[in-house]
Protein backbone atom coordinates (compact mmCIF):
# COMPACT_ATOMS: atom_id res chain seq x y z
CA UNK A 1 0.00 0.00 0.00
CA UNK A 2 2.92 2.31 -0.71
CA UNK A 3 1.45 3.63 -3.28
CA UNK A 4 -0.40 6.58 -1.31
CA UNK A 5 2.53 7.17 0.27
CA UNK A 6 4.54 10.65 -1.51
CA UNK A 7 7.34 9.47 -3.31
CA UNK A 8 10.11 11.31 -1.00
CA UNK A 9 8.33 8.88 1.66
CA UNK A 10 8.70 5.36 0.39
CA UNK A 11 12.54 4.70 1.23
CA UNK A 12 13.61 4.91 4.45
CA UNK A 13 14.49 2.62 6.93
CA UNK A 14 12.34 0.72 8.96
CA UNK A 15 13.89 1.61 12.43
CA UNK A 16 16.43 4.24 13.72
CA UNK A 17 19.78 3.13 13.01
CA UNK A 18 20.98 3.13 16.80
CA UNK A 19 17.79 1.58 17.69
CA UNK A 20 18.62 -1.20 14.92
CA UNK A 21 21.44 -1.99 16.37
CA UNK A 22 20.75 -2.21 20.04
CA UNK A 23 17.90 -4.66 18.75
CA UNK A 24 20.15 -6.81 17.65
CA UNK A 25 22.34 -6.69 20.51
CA UNK A 26 19.56 -7.40 22.37
CA UNK A 27 18.33 -10.38 20.11
CA UNK A 28 21.79 -12.35 19.91
CA UNK A 29 22.11 -12.16 23.73
CA UNK A 30 19.05 -13.66 23.76
CA UNK A 31 20.11 -16.25 21.97
CA UNK A 32 22.62 -16.98 24.72
CA UNK A 33 25.81 -15.16 23.02
CA UNK A 34 28.15 -13.34 25.20
CA UNK A 35 27.16 -9.50 23.55
CA UNK A 36 29.22 -6.35 24.50
CA UNK A 37 26.30 -3.52 23.76
CA UNK A 38 28.20 -0.13 23.44
CA UNK A 39 25.06 0.89 21.09
CA UNK A 40 22.64 1.82 24.56
CA UNK A 41 22.11 5.87 24.65
CA UNK A 42 20.83 5.61 28.54
CA UNK A 43 22.72 4.78 31.83
CA UNK A 44 22.86 1.53 33.14
CA UNK A 45 24.61 0.00 36.41
CA UNK A 46 27.02 -2.79 35.97
CA UNK A 47 24.16 -5.05 35.93
CA UNK A 48 22.68 -4.18 32.48
CA UNK A 49 19.65 -2.68 34.38
CA UNK A 50 18.39 0.80 33.76
CA UNK A 51 19.27 3.12 35.81
CA UNK A 52 16.47 5.49 37.79
CA UNK A 53 17.29 8.03 40.02
CA UNK A 54 15.38 7.48 43.14
CA UNK A 55 15.39 11.21 44.17
CA UNK A 56 13.37 11.77 41.04
CA UNK A 57 10.87 8.76 41.34
CA UNK A 58 10.03 9.44 44.78
CA UNK A 59 8.92 13.07 43.68
CA UNK A 60 7.04 11.07 40.81
CA UNK A 61 5.59 9.11 42.81
CA UNK A 62 4.04 12.30 45.07
CA UNK A 63 2.54 13.84 42.23
CA UNK A 64 -1.44 14.26 42.68
CA UNK A 65 -3.85 13.71 39.75
CA UNK A 66 -4.55 17.56 39.06
CA UNK A 67 -0.51 17.30 38.81
CA UNK A 68 -0.46 14.78 36.06
CA UNK A 69 -3.80 14.91 34.12
CA UNK A 70 -4.91 18.30 33.13
CA UNK A 71 -3.82 20.05 30.14
CA UNK A 72 -0.38 22.19 30.39
CA UNK A 73 -0.58 25.92 28.75
CA UNK A 74 0.31 25.28 25.12
CA UNK A 75 3.87 27.09 26.48
CA UNK A 76 4.53 25.35 28.49
CA UNK A 77 4.00 26.13 32.82
CA UNK A 78 5.65 29.23 32.85
CA UNK A 79 6.89 28.41 36.71
CA UNK A 80 8.55 25.20 34.94
CA UNK A 81 10.36 27.01 32.50
CA UNK A 82 12.30 29.33 34.94
CA UNK A 83 12.90 26.66 37.25
CA UNK A 84 14.72 24.76 34.19
CA UNK A 85 16.75 27.59 33.09
CA UNK A 86 17.61 28.23 36.59
CA UNK A 87 18.88 24.70 36.75
CA UNK A 88 21.61 26.04 34.46
CA UNK A 89 21.81 29.84 34.97
CA UNK A 90 20.45 30.26 39.01
CA UNK A 91 20.90 33.94 38.77
CA UNK A 92 18.55 34.59 35.56
CA UNK A 93 15.60 35.79 36.58
CA UNK A 94 12.95 34.49 34.53
CA UNK A 95 13.37 32.16 31.14
CA UNK A 96 12.53 34.63 28.55
CA UNK A 97 10.91 33.36 25.49
CA UNK A 98 10.46 29.94 26.15
CA UNK A 99 8.35 27.10 25.83
CA UNK A 100 8.09 23.21 26.72
CA UNK A 101 8.83 20.54 24.24
CA UNK A 102 9.05 17.24 24.21
CA UNK A 103 12.27 16.12 25.34
CA UNK A 104 15.23 18.13 23.78
CA UNK A 105 14.65 16.85 20.54
CA UNK A 106 11.39 18.91 20.72
CA UNK A 107 13.57 21.87 21.06
CA UNK A 108 15.63 21.18 18.49
CA UNK A 109 13.34 20.61 16.19
CA UNK A 110 11.10 24.39 16.91
CA UNK A 111 14.62 25.90 16.46
CA UNK A 112 14.84 24.67 13.05
CA UNK A 113 11.22 26.03 11.79
CA UNK A 114 11.78 28.84 13.48
CA UNK A 115 15.04 30.49 12.32
CA UNK A 116 15.64 29.16 9.48
CA UNK A 117 13.85 28.79 6.10
CA UNK A 118 13.06 25.38 4.23
CA UNK A 119 15.54 24.61 1.82
CA UNK A 120 18.38 26.52 3.99
CA UNK A 121 21.52 24.69 6.28
CA UNK A 122 22.03 24.54 9.80
CA UNK A 123 25.55 24.24 11.29
CA UNK A 124 27.03 21.35 13.92
CA UNK A 125 29.39 19.85 14.63
CA UNK A 126 31.59 16.94 12.98
CA UNK A 127 31.05 14.16 14.23
CA UNK A 128 27.46 14.60 15.96
CA UNK A 129 24.40 13.11 17.16
CA UNK A 130 22.75 11.25 14.41
CA UNK A 131 19.18 12.43 14.84
CA UNK A 132 20.74 16.20 14.14
CA UNK A 133 20.57 15.02 10.58
CA UNK A 134 17.00 13.79 10.39
CA UNK A 135 15.90 16.09 12.18
CA UNK A 136 16.84 18.89 10.00
CA UNK A 137 15.63 16.43 6.45
CA UNK A 138 12.13 16.31 8.41
CA UNK A 139 11.89 19.70 8.02
CA UNK A 140 12.82 19.99 4.59
CA UNK A 141 16.56 21.71 5.94
CA UNK A 142 20.26 20.35 4.90
CA UNK A 143 23.37 19.41 7.94
CA UNK A 144 26.71 21.37 7.04
CA UNK A 145 29.26 20.62 9.27
CA UNK A 146 32.80 22.14 10.96
CA UNK A 147 35.00 19.71 12.93
CA UNK A 148 34.82 19.21 16.37
CA UNK A 149 38.92 19.39 17.79
CA UNK A 150 40.59 16.27 18.19
CA UNK A 151 41.81 15.14 21.88
CA UNK A 152 45.10 17.66 22.74
CA UNK A 153 44.07 20.03 19.79
CA UNK A 154 43.37 23.17 19.69
CA UNK A 155 39.65 24.05 17.68
CA UNK A 156 39.81 25.13 13.56
CA UNK A 157 39.11 28.97 13.97
CA UNK A 158 39.59 29.36 10.15
CA UNK A 159 37.39 26.32 9.14
CA UNK A 160 34.56 27.42 11.48
CA UNK A 161 34.79 30.65 10.16
CA UNK A 162 34.95 29.69 6.75
CA UNK A 163 32.27 27.49 7.50
CA UNK A 164 29.92 30.15 9.36
CA UNK A 165 30.83 32.94 6.43
CA UNK A 166 29.89 30.61 3.49
CA UNK A 167 26.72 30.62 5.35
CA UNK A 168 25.61 33.94 6.06
CA UNK A 169 27.06 34.76 2.73
CA UNK A 170 24.32 31.99 0.53
CA UNK A 171 21.63 32.56 3.39
CA UNK A 172 21.73 35.52 5.18
CA UNK A 173 21.75 34.17 8.71
CA UNK A 174 22.82 31.62 11.02
CA UNK A 175 21.58 28.55 13.66
CA UNK A 176 24.34 26.81 14.99
CA UNK A 177 23.76 23.45 17.55
CA UNK A 178 26.61 23.52 20.11
CA UNK A 179 26.90 20.20 21.87
CA UNK A 180 28.69 21.50 24.57
CA UNK A 181 29.64 20.99 27.25
CA UNK A 182 29.75 17.39 27.34
CA UNK A 183 29.70 16.91 23.76
CA UNK A 184 28.05 13.70 21.99
CA UNK A 185 29.46 11.81 20.53
CA UNK A 186 33.47 12.16 21.81
CA UNK A 187 32.67 13.30 25.44
CA UNK A 188 34.76 16.02 25.07
CA UNK A 189 34.59 19.70 25.85
CA UNK A 190 35.97 22.82 24.09
CA UNK A 191 38.74 24.29 26.07
CA UNK A 192 38.55 27.98 27.36
CA UNK A 193 40.41 29.17 24.51
CA UNK A 194 37.97 26.96 22.07
CA UNK A 195 35.15 28.16 22.89
CA UNK A 196 36.44 31.99 23.15
CA UNK A 197 37.42 31.76 19.56
CA UNK A 198 34.23 30.45 18.69
CA UNK A 199 31.92 32.96 20.64
CA UNK A 200 34.49 35.60 18.97
CA UNK A 201 34.02 34.39 15.51
CA UNK A 202 29.73 34.44 16.52
CA UNK A 203 30.38 37.90 17.12
CA UNK A 204 31.35 39.30 14.53
CA UNK A 205 28.88 37.15 11.79
CA UNK A 206 26.25 39.09 13.61
CA UNK A 207 27.10 41.88 12.42
CA UNK A 208 26.41 40.38 8.72
CA UNK A 209 23.11 38.78 9.98
CA UNK A 210 21.40 37.58 12.35
CA UNK A 211 22.83 34.66 14.15
CA UNK A 212 21.23 31.92 16.45
CA UNK A 213 23.77 29.79 19.06
CA UNK A 214 21.10 26.97 20.08
CA UNK A 215 22.77 25.01 23.22
CA UNK A 216 22.03 21.26 23.05
CA UNK A 217 22.42 20.70 27.11
CA UNK A 218 21.44 16.92 27.10
CA UNK A 219 24.69 15.14 28.97
CA UNK A 220 25.79 18.55 31.53
CA UNK A 221 24.82 16.28 34.65
CA UNK A 222 27.21 13.75 34.24
CA UNK A 223 30.63 15.20 34.19
CA UNK A 224 34.36 14.81 35.41
CA UNK A 225 35.01 18.60 35.57
CA UNK A 226 31.81 20.02 37.11
CA UNK A 227 33.65 23.43 37.74
CA UNK A 228 34.64 23.19 34.29
CA UNK A 229 30.97 22.79 33.24
CA UNK A 230 29.86 25.91 34.96
CA UNK A 231 32.41 28.09 33.61
CA UNK A 232 31.44 27.06 30.49
CA UNK A 233 27.87 28.17 31.18
CA UNK A 234 29.10 31.42 32.51
CA UNK A 235 30.81 32.46 29.50
CA UNK A 236 27.60 31.28 26.74
CA UNK A 237 25.62 33.31 29.79
CA UNK A 238 28.13 36.77 28.62
CA UNK A 239 27.65 36.27 25.09
CA UNK A 240 23.72 35.70 25.59
CA UNK A 241 23.63 38.98 27.96
CA UNK A 242 25.35 40.88 25.25
CA UNK A 243 22.34 40.87 22.86
CA UNK A 244 24.52 40.42 19.55
CA UNK A 245 24.22 36.94 19.11
CA UNK A 246 20.69 34.85 19.89
CA UNK A 247 21.85 32.87 22.77
CA UNK A 248 19.33 29.88 23.56
CA UNK A 249 19.39 26.04 25.18
CA UNK A 250 17.64 22.55 24.48
CA UNK A 251 16.90 21.27 27.85
CA UNK A 252 15.38 17.82 28.49
CA UNK A 253 14.54 16.14 31.60
CA UNK A 254 15.26 12.47 29.58
CA UNK A 255 19.21 11.96 30.89
CA UNK A 256 19.18 14.20 33.82
CA UNK A 257 16.12 12.97 35.42
CA UNK A 258 16.47 9.72 34.13
CA UNK A 259 12.69 10.21 32.40
CA UNK A 260 13.14 9.35 29.01
CA UNK A 261 9.58 8.27 28.80
CA UNK A 262 8.15 11.10 30.41
CA UNK A 263 9.31 13.47 27.13
CA UNK A 264 9.86 16.83 29.05
CA UNK A 265 12.04 19.17 27.77
CA UNK A 266 11.80 23.07 26.97
CA UNK A 267 13.81 25.43 24.06
CA UNK A 268 14.45 28.64 26.25
CA UNK A 269 16.15 31.59 24.85
CA UNK A 270 16.73 33.17 28.35
CA UNK A 271 18.06 36.93 27.70
CA UNK A 272 15.72 37.28 24.85
CA UNK A 273 12.11 38.92 26.34
CA UNK A 274 11.01 39.72 22.80
CA UNK A 275 6.85 38.75 22.57
CA UNK A 276 7.42 38.16 18.92
CA UNK A 277 9.69 35.47 19.54
CA UNK A 278 7.64 33.86 22.30
CA UNK A 279 4.32 34.27 20.03
CA UNK A 280 6.19 32.37 17.16
CA UNK A 281 7.32 29.59 19.88
CA UNK A 282 4.14 29.02 20.87
CA UNK A 283 2.71 28.90 17.38
CA UNK A 284 4.61 26.15 16.71
CA UNK A 285 3.71 23.80 19.71
CA UNK A 286 0.35 24.55 18.97
CA UNK A 287 0.81 23.47 15.44
CA UNK A 288 3.14 20.53 16.10
CA UNK A 289 1.86 18.51 19.55
CA UNK A 290 -0.54 21.60 20.94
CA UNK A 291 0.71 20.98 24.84
CA UNK A 292 3.51 19.13 26.51
CA UNK A 293 3.19 16.42 29.25
CA UNK A 294 2.09 18.46 32.06
CA UNK A 295 3.41 15.53 34.78
CA UNK A 296 7.31 16.31 34.34
CA UNK A 297 6.99 20.42 34.65
CA UNK A 298 4.74 19.34 38.25
CA UNK A 299 7.67 16.73 38.99
CA UNK A 300 10.14 20.16 38.35
CA UNK A 301 8.44 22.38 39.93
CA UNK A 302 8.50 20.33 43.42
CA UNK A 303 12.18 19.71 42.73
CA UNK A 304 12.89 23.18 42.26
CA UNK A 305 10.89 24.22 45.98
CA UNK A 306 12.85 21.34 47.84
CA UNK A 307 15.98 21.71 49.23
CA UNK A 308 16.23 17.95 50.90
CA UNK A 309 15.94 16.64 47.01
CA UNK A 310 18.05 18.84 45.39
CA UNK A 311 20.52 17.66 47.84
CA UNK A 312 20.01 14.05 46.70
CA UNK A 313 19.89 14.71 43.17
CA UNK A 314 22.96 16.37 43.13
CA UNK A 315 24.78 13.37 45.23
CA UNK A 316 23.27 10.86 42.62
CA UNK A 317 24.87 13.04 39.99
CA UNK A 318 27.96 12.73 41.57
CA UNK A 319 27.97 9.30 42.01
CA UNK A 320 27.13 8.51 38.32
CA UNK A 321 29.42 10.98 37.19
CA UNK A 322 32.39 9.18 38.92
CA UNK A 323 30.63 5.55 37.67
CA UNK A 324 31.04 7.16 34.16
CA UNK A 325 34.52 8.57 34.83
CA UNK A 326 35.65 4.75 36.21
CA UNK A 327 34.23 3.18 32.67
CA UNK A 328 36.69 5.84 31.17
CA UNK A 329 39.53 5.38 32.80
CA UNK A 330 39.39 1.99 32.67
CA UNK A 331 39.15 1.85 28.67
CA UNK A 332 41.74 4.38 27.84
CA UNK A 333 43.93 2.03 30.07
CA UNK A 334 42.89 -0.98 28.31
CA UNK A 335 43.39 1.04 24.96
CA UNK A 336 46.79 2.41 25.70
CA UNK A 337 47.56 -1.57 26.69
CA UNK A 338 46.73 -2.64 23.10
CA UNK A 339 48.78 0.28 21.71
CA UNK A 340 45.99 2.74 21.06
CA UNK A 341 45.09 6.39 22.14
CA UNK A 342 43.28 7.12 24.71
CA UNK A 343 39.81 9.31 24.80
CA UNK A 344 40.33 11.69 27.44
CA UNK A 345 36.40 11.36 28.28
CA UNK A 346 35.04 14.72 29.92
CA UNK A 347 31.71 14.49 30.21
CA UNK A 348 28.28 12.67 28.96
CA UNK A 349 27.30 9.02 27.93
CA UNK A 350 29.31 8.20 24.76
CA UNK A 351 33.55 8.34 23.57
CA UNK A 352 34.21 8.02 20.05
CA UNK A 353 36.63 5.83 18.63
CA UNK A 354 38.43 7.32 15.44
CA UNK A 355 38.01 4.80 12.40
CA UNK A 356 39.76 4.78 9.03
CA UNK A 357 36.78 2.73 7.84
CA UNK A 358 33.84 2.82 10.39
CA UNK A 359 31.13 0.83 8.96
CA UNK A 360 33.88 -2.10 8.07
CA UNK A 361 35.17 -1.96 11.71
CA UNK A 362 31.74 -2.59 13.23
CA UNK A 363 30.52 -5.05 11.14
CA UNK A 364 34.10 -6.99 12.35
CA UNK A 365 33.40 -5.86 16.52
CA UNK A 366 29.59 -7.42 15.53
CA UNK A 367 31.03 -10.34 14.33
CA UNK A 368 33.12 -10.91 17.43
CA UNK A 369 29.95 -10.16 19.52
CA UNK A 370 30.94 -6.52 20.20
CA UNK A 371 28.30 -3.62 19.15
CA UNK A 372 29.11 0.11 18.37
CA UNK A 373 27.39 3.14 16.14
CA UNK A 374 29.49 3.45 13.33
CA UNK A 375 29.86 7.26 12.20
CA UNK A 376 31.40 9.21 9.22
CA UNK A 377 34.45 10.08 11.88
CA UNK A 378 34.87 6.76 14.06
CA UNK A 379 33.03 4.53 16.69
CA UNK A 380 30.66 5.89 19.00
CA UNK A 381 31.02 3.76 21.84
CA UNK A 382 28.10 4.31 25.04
CA UNK A 383 30.25 4.61 28.45
CA UNK A 384 26.35 4.50 29.83
CA UNK A 385 26.58 0.71 29.36
CA UNK A 386 29.81 -0.22 29.24
CA UNK A 387 31.36 -2.12 32.18
CA UNK A 388 34.57 -1.39 33.32
CA UNK A 389 35.58 -5.23 33.06
CA UNK A 390 34.30 -4.88 29.61
CA UNK A 391 36.86 -2.46 28.61
CA UNK A 392 40.03 -4.81 27.66
CA UNK A 393 37.30 -7.11 25.82
CA UNK A 394 36.63 -4.18 23.91
CA UNK A 395 40.01 -2.78 23.50
CA UNK A 396 41.50 -6.23 21.99
CA UNK A 397 38.31 -7.07 19.74
CA UNK A 398 38.97 -3.31 18.65
CA UNK A 399 42.62 -3.79 17.86
CA UNK A 400 41.36 -7.11 15.83
CA UNK A 401 38.92 -5.09 13.91
CA UNK A 402 41.55 -2.42 12.89
CA UNK A 403 44.98 -4.32 12.21
CA UNK A 404 44.30 -5.54 8.65
Known amino acids: MTDQLIPTRRAFLADDPIFALNAEAQARMARGEAILNATVG????????????????????????????????????PAFLKALVQRHWPAIGGAGAACATPGGSGALALSLRNFLEPGQALLTTAPFWGPYATLAGENGMRLVTALWPAAGQALDAAAWEAALRNLMKAQGRVLLWLNDPCHNPTGRSLSVADRAALMGLLRSLSEQGPVT????????????????????????????????????????????????????????????????????????????????????????????????????????????????????????????????????????????????????????????????????????????????????????????????
Not at 52 to 65: I, P, Y
Open 42 to 77: ALLDDSGQLVVLESVMDLWRELTALEVAPYAPIAGD
Open 213 to 404: LLLDFAYLDYTREPGAVADALKDYAALGAEGRVLVGASMSLSKSMTLYGARGGALAFPWCGDPALQAALTQSCRGTWSNCAKAPQALLLRLAMDGKAQTRLAAEHRHWSEVLAARASALDVALEAEGMEPLHWQGGFFVMVPAADPDATCGRLKAEGVFTVPLPEGLRVGLCGLRMDEGRRFAQALKRATVR
